[in-house]
């Protein structure tokens, strides 16, 4: 890469900091503890490159490949990752028993589901998803959000998809994800040579809204934002094979839709 081009990547990661940046501000947190925070971030996320390209995982490839010291290298994959995916498996739980109709009733509502055996209807929809991960731990998570509720016929599903409530670090858990999905978005529509359409994003702002109609506004944006999502929910569900595994095709592609709104 040619100094130019570098200067201008450089120049694309500060703007990609400032809110980082700005959230260590808020909450007190100073250069060093970004530092520290980013180092175990860089060997991670360069392991998991490597790995995504067939590449052996090493202690010296990590070194080079990140410009840390080997050291530092071995401590931070002996600390292992410390953030929990529960919230993600939580989440296709409660995709899955909305859509797949082993878990659905004739009107297409999601059932309420024996639980409590290895042989269970929760267990079934839990596997599903994963058999690497145990219903009884999904099971406390989402009645711990408040997603169910255990009744004397089974566990019943109250909500249409996973919310974090009182836990930071799972909260920021799903908003690195989604805003890494956003940034891949731009990255891919400012840097590929694809033909194909580029991805979607638009932003809509205004800033000078009659302050006497911002709470009708607000509840306007947040009941179309949840009427459309729910509209691509169910589009997209008729097309995934983990909720229809009899269908006929070649799975593996991803399709991922962010909304949200900021008063």
């Not at 929990?84 to 878990?103: E, L, P, Y």
């Not at 596997?127 to 731990?137: E, L, M």
Request: aromatic content about 8%; overall charge positive.
């Amino acid at each position: 890469m040619n100094q130019k081009g570098e200067q201008i990547l450089i120049q694309c990661l500060q703007l990609l900091l400032k809110p980082v940046v700005s959230f260590c501000i808020r909450r007190s947190l100073a250069l060093q503890d970004l530092i520290e925070a980013a180092r175990g971030v860089f060997i991670r996320a360069a392991a998991h490159e490597m790995q995504e390209q067939g590449k052996k995982v090493t202690v010296s490839a990590l070194s080079i490949l990140t410009g840390m010291h080997r050291k530092g290298v071995v401590r931070i994959l002996e600390e292992g990752e410390s953030l929990s995916s529960s919230a993600k498996f939580a989440s296709r739980v409660i995709g899955q028993w909305r859509h797949d109709k082993r878990f659905c009733t004739d009107a297409g509502k999601p059932r309420v589901l024996s639980y409590g055996s290895p042989d269970s209807e929760f267990t079934k929809l839990v596997h599903a998803v994963s058999t690497d991960i145990y219903p009884t731990g999904i099971l406390f998570d989402l009645e711990r959000v408040g997603a169910i509720e255990r009744t004397k016929n089974g566990v019943k599903l109250l909500t249409q998809s996973y919310q974090t409530k009182h836990d930071p670090v799972e909260g920021f858990q799903l908003m690195a994800r989604d805003t890494e999905h956003l940034m891949t978005t731009i990255e891919e529509n400012i840097f590929s040579n694809d033909k194909s359409p580029p991805h979607f994003h638009g932003t809509v702002i205004y800033d000078n809204i009659n302050a006497d109609e911002f709470s009708k506004i607000q509840k306007w944006l947040f009941r179309e934002s949840v009427a459309f999502q729910r509209k691509v929910d169910r589009f997209l569900a008729k097309h995934d094979l983990d909720i229809h595994p009899d269908s006929q095709g070649k799975g593996g592609r991803r399709v991922v839709l962010g909304i949200f709104t900021r008063m």
